[in-house]
């Protein structure tokens, strides 16, 4: 287990930028995680945005793509997610969230991730 704690979320006018932190706590070497983020717009399911591997590979949600960049440092135990190109479709919470080895499920999948964080709200106005 390791814990999570997310911040950098706020209020932003369409077309603006937040970047997000993940600081994480744990007694594993944080690269060995892979890290995702995800986000639960109120009423709807708990959907995934990005993912990178301790190695630093990513994979992206296609509605995200070119306007999210998740980035990871390991020095500091800390995975980020710019985003910029705000729309208001992207209003929901979000959540960072760690996997570790065996990395076993399906990456894109809450399912795939045993840890998380409380959330950080982030609301783009129109």
């Known amino acids: 287990q390791v814990q999570l704690v997310e911040s950098g979320g706020g209020l932003v006018q369409a077309g603006g930028s937040l970047r997000l932190s993940c600081k994480a706590a744990s007694e594993r070497t944080f690269s060995s995680y892979a890290m995702g983020w995800f986000r639960q717009a109120p009423g709807k399911e708990r959907e995934f945005v990005a993912r990178?591997?301790?190695?630093?590979?990513?994979n992206y949600v296609d509605s995200v793509k070119g306007r999210f960049t998740i980035a990871r440092d390991n020095a500091k135990n800390t995975v980020y997610l710019q985003m910029n190109s705000l729309k208001p479709e992207d209003t929901a919470v979000y959540y960072c969230?760690?996997?570790?080895?065996?990395?076993?499920?399906?990456?894109?999948?809450?399912?795939?991730?045993?840890?998380w964080g409380q959330g950080t709200q982030v609301t783009v106005s129109s």
């Open positions: 969230a760690a996997d570790e080895p065996p990395y076993i499920g399906v990456v894109n999948t809450t399912t795939a991730y045993g840890s």
């Open positions: 990178i591997s301790g190695r630093g590979g990513t």
